[in-house]
């Protein structure tokens, strides 16, 4: 791989980096700097999705039959490679979309790590002896590949998301076609050249690049296709559940959050200004288990807030790329203006603008949000219910740690929440209170660690999990067999 100006990326089929039959490209522009293109990825179409998923299904059979620890050896590989590479790619990843490059070099780190983790589990055993009544007989169970899988993910995680899917659905025996979002698909691209440098066989990864409403139902849809694992919003989600289930193909959903920390009256409140920073801010606020809503206890509001609006008049906003940047733009001008609505609507709809809510000085050339704090926010306020994925946090006062909890349950997503609490009987009700599939303790709502299972309840998550050991249920298929000589 070279540097990081411009440049074009093919799809990658069959081992092979190729154009689109389309002969059509769609530039990816840097949101930090409009105008600036960082380079050109393929406008793909039906029939390039054709030739991927072909591609995929002719090498099921060679690299199904390879043993679980050679597949691990394919992974290894290519975290080194993508450890080789981890400036180019985060540098990529900076220019597309957003992130500090600190955040980037970090998610690019962590996917190596998965890589690595995933190598391991090649080497792990996948099923059960059981004893059958049958005393001259034998029972086991065994788990096979889905076969030709698609991951289609979003823009947030560039990096972390594909290798999350890939990885565990390559070490367990399938071939996969890797659909990324547009906006970050030249970043997808240097790390898919990681897996052609790593010498994967011709077909097991395949990727396509173009409008997600062009070629992402042109996959999910694909009879050929076996799985689908995606990433993204609840209305995309849902669409392809709807095409999966059509045609009995699997899918695994993860999807929006509008996740809460209570901060309890006995909280630490230097710890709670902190992390609500940190997991509501980080990334822009672009992150699925960032914390959009603040649930504080009444007789600590105030010094709560205080601390809160001190902190966050101190971030540096700008180029990811600058080493002062704490919190870069919106990743696209489509999520700038989606931000800039709901702000709109907030203050619409009676909450009070304690901080923030426009543009940065100085910063027109970008699409930058400032921090934004609203105040005087009730549970049923737009900003209150739907997932805004940018720089805004609402503030909503509670009486008792009852009441918050039953704030923090009251939306239709429940993917990451958390508390700011000293007392053992908060955190045992919240733990079993909450409606989340993440429930952190004085930590921030962001944060997963890769060898834990990752995922939502209610409208998060179509209640599948993700990334630890957990990631095999959805990969393969249990088979019981039964042996009788
Ligand atoms: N729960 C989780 O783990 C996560 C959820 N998200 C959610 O995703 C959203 C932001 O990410 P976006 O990339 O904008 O989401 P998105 O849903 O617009 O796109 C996600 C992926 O789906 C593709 N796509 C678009 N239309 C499609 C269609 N009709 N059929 C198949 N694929 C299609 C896109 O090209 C992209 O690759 C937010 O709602 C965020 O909360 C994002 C990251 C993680
Ligand atoms: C798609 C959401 C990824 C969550 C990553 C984190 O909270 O560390």
């Given at each position: 791989?070279?540097?990081?100006?411009?440049?074009?990326?093919?799809?990658?089929?069959?081992?092979?980096?190729?154009?689109?039959?389309?002969?059509?490209?769609?530039?990816?522009?840097?949101?930090?700097?409009?105008?600036?293109?960082?380079?050109?990825?393929?406008?793909?179409?039906?029939?390039?999705?054709?030739?991927?998923?072909?591609?995929?299904?002719?090498?099921?059979?060679?690299?199904?039959?390879?043993?679980?620890?050679?597949?691990?050896?394919?992974?290894?590989?290519?975290?080194?490679?993508v450890e080789q590479h981890i400036n180019e790619i985060a540098e990529t990843m900076t220019r597309e979309m957003g992130k500090t490059f600190a955040e980037a070099k970090g998610e690019t780190a962590r996917g190596v790590a998965i890589l690595r983790y995933y190598a391991g589990e090649g080497m792990r055993k996948v099923g059960d002896v059981i004893p059958s009544t049958d005393s001259e007989a034998m029972m086991f169970t065994t788990r096979v590949p889905l076969g030709v899988v698609a991951v289609v993910t979003p823009w947030n995680f560039p990096v972390a998301i594909p290798i999350w899917k890939?990885?565990?659905?390559?070490?367990?025996?399938?071939t996969v076609v890797l659909k990324p979002a547009s906006e970050t698909a030249l970043t997808a691209a240097k790390v898919i050249q990681c897996f052609h440098e790593a010498g994967f066989p011709s077909g097991v990864v395949n990727m396509v690049t173009g409008k997600?409403?062009?070629?992402?139902?042109?996959?999910?849809?694909?009879?050929?296709?076996?799985?689908?694992?995606?990433?993204g919003s609840n209305t995309v989600g849902k669409g392809i559940a709807v095409g999966a289930i059509a045609r009995g193909a699997k899918y695994q959903l993860e999807m929006g959050g509008k996740n809460p920390v209570i901060v309890a009256a006995d909280a630490d409140l230097d710890l709670a200004v902190e992390a609500t920073i940190?997991?509501?801010?980080?990334?822009?606020?672009?992150?699925?288990?960032?914390?959009?809503?603040v649930i504080v206890q009444n007789e600590i509001y105030e010094p709560f807030v205080t601390k809160l609006l001190e902190r966050v008049k101190q971030l540096q906003m700008g180029d990811g790329m600058s080493p002062q940047t704490w919190m870069g733009p919106c990743?696209?001008?489509?999520?700038?203006?989606?931000?800039?609505?709901?702000?709109?609507?907030?203050?619409?709809?009676?909450?009070?603008?304690?901080?923030?809510?426009?543009?940065?000085?100085?910063?027109?050339?970008?699409?930058?949000?400032?921090?934004?704090?609203?105040?005087?926010?009730?549970?049923?306020?737009?900003?209150?219910?739907?997932?805004?994925?940018?720089?805004?946090?609402?503030?909503?006062?509670?009486?008792?740690?009852?009441?918050?909890?039953?704030?923090?349950?009251?939306?239709?997503f429940g993917l990451s929440a958390s508390i700011f609490t000293q007392n053992i009987g908060h955190m045992l009700s919240f733990i079993s209170e909450m409606d989340a599939g993440l429930v952190?303790?004085?930590?921030?709502?962001?944060?997963?660690?890769?060898?834990?299972?990752?995922?939502?309840m209610k409208q998060s998550s179509s209640h599948s999990r993700e990334q630890g050991q957990a990631a095999i249920e959805?990969?393969?298929?249990?088979?019981t067999v039964f042996v009788k000589a």
């Open positions: 791989m070279s540097d990081t100006t411009a440049f074009t990326a093919l799809n990658y089929i069959g081992g092979q980096w190729q154009p689109a039959l389309t002969g059509k490209l769609d530039a990816s522009l840097n949101p930090a700097n409009k105008g600036e293109v960082v380079g050109y990825l393929q406008s793909s179409d039906q029939a390039d999705v054709d030739l991927a998923v072909q591609a995929a299904k002719n090498a099921r059979i060679v690299w199904r039959k390879l043993a679980g620890s050679a597949r691990g050896d394919f992974l290894y590989k290519a975290a080194n490679i890939m990885a565990p659905a390559l070490v367990y025996g399938n997600g409403s062009i070629i992402g139902p042109a996959l999910t849809e694909h009879p050929e296709v076996n799985g689908i694992t995606f990433t940190s997991g509501g801010l980080r990334s822009t606020g672009q992150k699925c288990t960032a914390t959009s809503r990743a696209s001008e489509n999520q700038y203006n989606n931000v800039l609505s709901y702000i709109r609507q907030g203050v619409e709809e009676g909450a009070i603008l304690l901080y923030g809510g426009g543009k940065p000085k100085g910063l027109d050339n970008g699409y930058y949000v400032e921090p934004t704090i609203f105040a005087q926010v009730t549970s049923k306020m737009t900003i209150a219910q739907e997932e805004i994925f940018g720089p805004v946090l609402a503030l909503i006062k509670v009486e008792s740690l009852e009441e918050a909890i039953e704030a923090a349950n009251d939306v239709e952190r303790i004085n930590a921030e709502s962001a944060g997963v660690e890769l060898q834990a299972p990752f995922g939502g959805f990969y393969t298929s249990i088979k």
